[in-house]
């Protein structure tokens, strides 16, 4: 199966602070056919787009909705949250719910998260819908002699929870994302692809670390990273060819999705770096469908 590009509209969150909709106009003009979606969700006078409107904008752009990183937390959310969730998520017509980001840091952490898990991957398969935990780095912390993200792995229900793989977060975890797409097998259903820029250092943001807590692993973690350790894809250090071989000879993942982080709370009147927003997603695109073939 030939990997198909996505990508996830945090990569340009500032436009989508200022007009939900257009932007995703937008995105297909980039060439885009494949989208995940993140909120906010304004429209043009402000107000903020129902599910209805975004599902309806996406069938008039020919758009797929791939997956939806939601604001799901697993410690505090009530089932009628994620009731709520899903069946927004059915009127946008997503095919997935993802938890975007949690952290754990100890055992009972890790089991809260994976029960809640376990119940949101219920619902979203009651609705006909996958659901997935995507990665940052600090689920590579170790507990108990595994790391979080093993222990989830391990906790979680394979019948209801996938992971999709974020393979510049894995790295800054001290994961081999090649080797890390083969372990879960199955369980990797997307990926997502940025670069990592020359600069990017230390790129293991979890060894030495101890001590951290929900409260602390942004200071522990994320307070020495930079903006510049993100780049458009194919213009850093990362082997992008060798993940999208890995991703192609497993043939459990159809999509690849761009998620430039490092775009996302910019606009195209105030970006500064070489490239706009916009104009970073479409040459992420092109670079992984040439890589793909």
């Known amino acids: 199966m030939k990997l198909k590009v996505g990508v996830q509209l945090f990569s340009v969150m500032g436009e989508l602070t200022e007009d939900y909709l257009k932007t995703m106009e937008n995105v297909a003009k980039a060439g885009y056919k494949y989208v995940e979606y993140v909120g906010p969700r304004p429209n043009a006078e402000g107000k903020v787009c129902t599910p209805e409107e975004i599902g309806n904008k996406l069938v008039e ?12 937390d697993p ?14 998520n059915v009127k946008m017509h997503s095919e997935a719910v993802i938890l975007a980001m949690t952290v754990m840091t100890t055992m009972n952490e890790v089991k809260t998260v994976a029960a809640a898990c376990n119940e949101m991957g219920a619902l979203a398969k009651e609705h006909g819908m996958a659901f997935l935990y995507h990665n940052h780095c600090q689920e590579f912390y170790m507990i108990e002699g595994k790391t979080a993200y093993e222990w989830l792995v391990e906790l979680t229900d394979p019948e209801l929870v996938s992971f999709e793989v974020d393979t510049f977060w894995a790295t800054r975890g001290g994961q081999n994302p ?12 997307l990926i997502h692809q940025k670069d990592m820029g020359k600069s990017a250092d230390p790129i293991n943001l979890v060894e030495g670390v101890t001590g951290m807590t929900k409260e602390n692993y942004r200071d522990k973690i994320f307070s020495r990273t930079n903006p510049t350790d993100i780049c ?38 105030n970006y500064t770096t070489p490239l706009s927003p916009l104009a970073s997603i479409k040459a992420s695109r092109e670079y992984l469908e040439k890589v793909i073939g």
């Open 75 to 88: 410690y505090t959310s009530t089932h009628e949250d994620m009731v709520k969730i899903v069946e927004d």
């Open 232 to 269: 458009v894809v194919g213009t850093g250090i990362m082997n992008i060819p060798a993940i999208v071989e890995k991703v192609t000879e497993m043939d459990y993942a159809p999509y690849i999705i761009v998620e430039l982080d490092c775009c996302a709370r910019s606009t195209e009147e």
């Open 61 to 72: 752009l020919g758009l797929t909705a791939i997956g939806s990183h939601v604001y799901f």
């Open 178 to 189: 090649v080797e890390l797409i083969e372990k879960l097998g199955s369980r990797a259903k």
